[in-house]
């Protein structure tokens, strides 16, 4: 099991920026999704992005444009630049990461889990 630890998270008014980091166990070389999800008190957790190790990206559509996934695989961590933020962003951010190759928008078929952090967008 890979072990994450995310850190970056805050507060910001709209318009503003942050930037999330994840930092993993193991190789990330041997990772091939490495991803963000978010959850919304009262919702679902729903994906936001995720990077393949073959430099693949792929974003929901909400936050297309405004956010940059990265992996840095000699550092075995994952970012998440967010910018132009809105109050809909306002959720709790995970990393989160799965070994094989294949579906990569359902948090089911990812088998390591971040803690979280909490990112807040005030209007």
């Known amino acids: 099991q890979v ?5 970056g998270g805050g507060s910001v008014q709209t318009g ?6 994840c930092v993993a166990s193991v ?9 963000w999800f ?6 679902e957790r729903e994906f936001v992005a995720t990077i393949s190790n073959m430099w693949n990206k792929y ?3 909400s936050v297309e444009g405004r956010f940059t996934i990265a992996r840095d695989n000699t550092k075995n961590t994952l970012y998440l630049q967010m910018n132009d933020l809105k109050p809909e ?3 709790t951010y995970y990393c989160a990461a799965r070994k094989d190759s294949g579906p990569y928008k359902s948090a ?3 088998e ?7 990112v807040t967008v005030s209007s």
Request: glycine share 12%; aromatic share 14%.
């Open 89 to 91: 962003d306002t959720a």
């Open 27 to 35: 190789n990330t070389w041997d990772v091939y999704f490495m991803g």
């Open 38 to 43: 978010r959850q919304a008190p009262g919702k």
């Open 108 to 110: 089911e078929v990812y």
């Open 3 to 7: 072990q994450l630890v995310e850190s």
């Open 59 to 61: 974003y929901a559509e």
């Open 112 to 118: 390591s889990w971040g803690q979280g952090t909490q």
């Open 16 to 21: 503003g920026s942050l930037s999330l980091s």
